[in-house]
């Protein structure tokens, strides 16, 4: 008589689990990614075949999410008084947060810490600017204000 206890049988697959890859926009592009397969250099291999690389959305959402960065930089060139302080605040702030985040989760994803960093450094020069014209317009009152005072003691 065998005493050996059997593991119990696999949980059934969800419905979310079941449905996963099935879709038409799943097969098309798993189907793309097949036919490219066969045309990657094997230089090119190891970074095709990273759990981060171009077979996965770790790949391409960091590739997207440069257009913030692009974005950003064409910011550049607005009048410092159209900044949106809120706007560039919450930006700098996601991408200062996930920069760290991209470190911290396996596999580290160092072209979305790039892309992060990139976000978070142009939203707080943008930040800096608005603060710089802050600054001037209160110099400007203050000027302003004393000019006008010897005005009326006369």
């Given at each position: 008589?065998?005493?050996?206890?059997?593991?119990?049988?696999?949980?059934?697959?969800?419905?979310?689990?079941?449905?996963?890859?099935?879709?038409?926009?799943?097969?098309?592009?798993?189907?793309?990614?097949?036919?490219?397969?066969?045309?990657?250099?094997?230089?090119?291999?190891?970074?095709?075949?990273?759990?981060?690389?171009?077979?996965?959305?770790f790949?391409?959402?960091?590739?997207?999410?440069?257009?913030?960065v692009?974005?950003?930089?064409?910011?550049?060139?607005?009048?410092?008084?159209?900044?949106?302080?809120?706007?560039?605040?919450?930006?700098?702030?996601?991408?200062?947060?996930?920069?760290?985040?991209?470190?911290v989760?396996?596999?580290?994803?160092?072209?979305?810490?790039?892309?992060?960093?990139?976000?978070?450094?142009?939203?707080v020069?943008?930040?800096?600017?608005?603060?710089?014209?802050?600054?001037?317009?209160?110099?400007l009152?203050?000027?302003?204000?004393?000019?006008?005072?010897p005005?009326?003691?006369?």
């Amino acid at each position: 008589m065998s005493t050996a206890v059997q593991p119990p049988p696999p949980p059934p697959p969800s419905a979310a689990a079941a449905s996963a890859g099935k879709g038409l926009h799943s097969k098309l592009y798993n189907g793309m990614i097949g036919a490219a397969d066969k045309f990657v250099p094997a230089k090119l291999r190891p970074l095709w075949m990273h759990p981060a690389g171009p077979k996965t959305i770790f790949f391409w959402a960091p590739v997207f999410k440069w257009g913030l960065v692009a974005a950003g930089l064409s910011d550049l060139a607005r009048p410092a008084d159209s900044i949106s302080v809120s706007g560039c605040a919450a930006l700098a702030a996601t991408g200062i947060i996930w920069s760290r985040y991209s470190l911290v989760i396996i596999p580290k994803n160092y072209s979305l810490f790039a892309v992060n960093l990139f976000v978070g450094i142009t939203q707080v020069v943008q930040l800096a600017r608005a603060y710089n014209y802050q600054l001037e317009q209160d110099k400007l009152k203050k000027a302003q204000t004393q000019e006008e005072k010897p005005a009326l003691k006369q």
